[in-house]
């Protein structure tokens, strides 16, 4: 019954999203409901591409996502993405439902979900990516992301264990995730001419996680994105795999440390 489930919710909300389309709108988020309302285990169900990479954090989830699909259709993959930016779970069931053909089965070579870093526990678990980008985690709407702790324990406990996590050196929260996974970190040096806020009043990490000694900042981008040292126990960043070390004429070098 499950599959039959599948089956229906996949030509019932690919030709809801025909006639969106009709329409002249983009149909990134009612095709999802509509699959999800047949099917509540779509996301589970529906076959995943050989290549998924889920992209999350407080800033530039839209911006990576767009740049990986960029770079991956330049390899001559058939890729799908929810670009616009639908990027809870009507939208990546969405981005799903694209990625298979009318008889449900996959018609790519790699899916890029945007994740929404609340919406993670609903979506990590059900697509499994083979690789997880987390760009940072800072604080957000008190309302709706509360503080980075709250947001990090969402996306720790929901990170699948074969996910080789890419997170961002400088940020001393979402480089703590999943400790026990694989890792491949990236950072953004002190660049020429760059003026770092070491004096800044907005930081979310000012003490050590491990001991709770105020951390020395040797410099920070901003908030609490850059080189800090906890002077009691030795806790600092990781270290960059791969990090910008130049910036000209809107052209970046990137140094690969071993």
């Known amino acids: 019954m499950s599959k039959l489930r599948y089956h229906i919710a996949v030509m019932a909300a690919k030709f809801s999203k025909v006639i969106i389309r009709l329409s002249g709108r983009n149909g990134t988020h009612t095709p999802g409901v509509v699959a999800r309302k047949i099917c509540p285990d779509f996301m589970a169900q529906a076959p995943k591409a050989p290549l998924c990479i889920c992209v999350t954090g407080t800033n530039g989830k839209t911006t990576v996502s767009n740049m990986l699909t960029d770079m991956l259709e330049k390899e001559g993959k058939k890729v799908v993405s929810n670009r616009t930016g639908s990027n809870i779970v009507p939208g990546c069931v969405t981005n ?3 990625s298979v053909n009318w008889l449900g089965r996959c018609r790519v070579d790699a899916t890029v979900f945007e994740v929404d870093e609340r919406a993670s526990r609903l979506i990590l678990p059900y697509v499994k990516p083979d690789y997880l980008v987390c760009t940072n985690l800072q604080r957000d709407s008190m309302k709706r992301n509360a503080h980075v702790e709250f947001i990090f324990d969402f996306l720790n406990r929901n990170i699948p264990e074969k996910t080789v996590v890419i997170s961002n050196a400088d940020d001393l929260v979402s480089s703590q995730l ?6 491949v970190y990236f950072g953004v040096a002190l660049l020429d001419g760059e003026v770092p806020t070491n004096d800044s009043l907005v ?17 920070r981008h901003y908030n609490h994105i850059g080189q800090a040292t906890c002077p009691n126990c030795g806790f600092c960043n990781a270290k960059a795999d791969f990090q910008v070390t130049k910036v000209e004429n809107c052209t970046a070098t990137i140094q690969h440390h071993d």
């Open 96 to 98: 799903l439902l694209n």
């Open 178 to 183: 999943v400790p026990k996974n694989k890792h």
């Open 203 to 219: 930081s979310d990490i000012v003490n050590c996680p491990n001991c709770g000694t105020r951390l020395q900042f040797s410099f």
